[in-house]
Nanobody, 126 residues
Framework: QVQLVESGGGSVQAGGSLKLSCAASGFTHTRNYVAWFRQAPGKEREGVAIIWPGGVTYHTDSVKGRFTIAQDYAKNTVYLQMNNMIPEDTAMYYC????????????????????WGQGTQVTVSS
């Protein structure tokens, strides 16, 4: 059984930092694709970043230079370090996974990820 659990959300002022964690069970990060998505009230869920089994990463333009996805293989945990945060970053953040045995383009689309965590809330005030 695959379980993904996010943690680390909270409230910060603009310019502050937060570090989110995605802990997995029944799912090994080294063998799979792991991504971060976010969804603000009334808006579509959007991709934020992805890390491939080999360690290659991609970050969407809106967070490049501010957010960094990384992994700790020993802890089977994927992180999202968020720096220089802005109010537009306010959203529910979700960890998502995809089986890594088949070829994949890496496209950050909700439909490409069958495994999801419950989300962790991030709020950035002005």
């Amino acid at each position: 059984q695959v379980q993904l659990v996010e943690s680390g959300g909270g409230s910060v002022q603009a310019g502050g930092s937060l570090k989110l964690s995605c802990a997995a069970s029944g799912f090994t990060h080294t063998r799979n694709y792991v991504a971060w998505f976010r969804q603000a009230p009334g808006k579509e869920r959007e991709g934020v970043a992805i890390i491939w089994p080999g360690g290659v990463t991609y970050h969407t333009d809106s967070v490049k230079g501010r957010f960094t996805i990384a992994q700790d293989y020993a802890k089977n945990t994927v992180y999202l370090q968020m720096n220089n945060m802005i109010p537009e970053d306010t959203a529910m953040y979700y960890c998502a996974g995809r089986d890594g045995r088949a070829a994949f383009s890496g496209a950050l689309e909700v439909k490409n990820f069958p495994y999801w965590g419950q989300g962790t809330q991030v709020t950035v005030s002005s």
